[in-house]
């Protein structure tokens, strides 16, 4: 008998025939297992080998968001300074400071805006990984959770690659804010009464992902011929598709671990169990059970 399972109350559903429900009482979303064995397995472990590519953009945005705010409260000081020398000194000693104090001001609020522009999105970037990293920790124990996997010769990272006995899973997480619409393989967003091309479009980067980590894995004789999902875990409800995807999947973040154990595949555990090996190398960070 299948049953939904709540991962925010720990409380789990019999599934009757015929029954059809989503939520739990608290409002979660509600995760569909066969078997409560299965899912009720030790803690996840996250073995990590340093921060991930989003993180570093991330803090280094945080890092000089707070360097502008102490050149503009340094800047205002000495322009400060140089008004008040004003009030004392016949001389233009005080214009000098004054000048200094503009002068930072300006650069400040130059750094400010440069930095925003730059690395807003990354501290965004890294709050849509985190949300779907944790997600995807609800998945029961036989499946393996890689986070920034950075293939040998390939410039981009790949965000999540989930390997389980149902296939391997290449993840895509955006965090955009606004209205999209998506035809196929097409993404546009809405602004200004129009709908625009979206340049860096989630779809190419997770289908080319796909297609980089299966021809990884073949050069390492793994046998590719097992499934392989390509998903944009979209942290935006505000998205309409228009025209059916082809390749991938977009999901909101809450639905991936239920949209993962509905695919109902199997494959041989040794195929899976190679990939796994051969993949672990080169992520920065591998979400386990330790089942000792």
């Not at 999540?160 to 804010?177: A, L, R």
């Amino acid at each position: 008998m299948p049953y939904l399972i709540c991962p925010q109350c720990d409380h789990y559903y019999e599934v009757e025939p015929g029954e059809e429900f989503s939520q739990c009482e608290c409002g979660q979303t509600l995760i569909k297992v066969e078997d409560l064995e299965e899912y009720y397995t030790p803690q996840r472990e996250s073995m990590a080998t340093g921060n991930t590519f989003t993180e570093e953009m991330a803090y280094q945005y945080h890092d000089n968001k707070e360097k502008g705010k102490n050149l503009t409260i340094i800047g205002g000081a000495i322009a400060i300074m140089g008004l008040l020398l004003s009030l004392f000194l016949l001389n233009f000693l005080f214009l000098i400071f004054v000048l200094i104090g503009l002068a930072l001001l300006i650069y400040a609020q130059s750094f400010i805006s440069q930095n925003e522009l730059k690395g807003k999105g990354w501290a965004k970037g890294l709050e849509g990984e985190d949300i779907v990293s944790d997600y995807l920790k609800q998945l029961p124990h036989d499946y393996f959770i890689y986070n920034d996997v950075n293939l040998p010769g390939k410039r981009g990272n790949i965000d999540h690659v989930v390997i389980g006995p149902n296939g391997i899973f290449v993840i895509e997480t955006k965090n955009y804010s606004g209205k999209y619409l998506i035809k196929g393989n097409d993404w546009f967003y809405y602004k200004g009464g129009n709908y625009h091309t979206v340049k860096t479009n989630p779809a190419h980067q997770v289908i080319g992902n796909t297609l980089e980590l299966k021809k990884f894995l073949e050069s390492k004789d793994v046998d590719t011929s097992i499934w392989f999902q390509a998903i944009v875990a979209f942290k935006n409800s505000d998205f309409r598709v228009a025209e059916k995807t082809k390749a991938y999947k977009v999901i909101v973040p809450e639905k991936v671990p239920e949209f993962i154990l509905n695919i109902k595949r199997n494959y041989d555990i040794e195929i899976l169990k190679k990939a796994a090996l051969e993949l672990e190398p080169y992520c920065v960070e591998l979400s386990f059970v330790n089942k000792n």
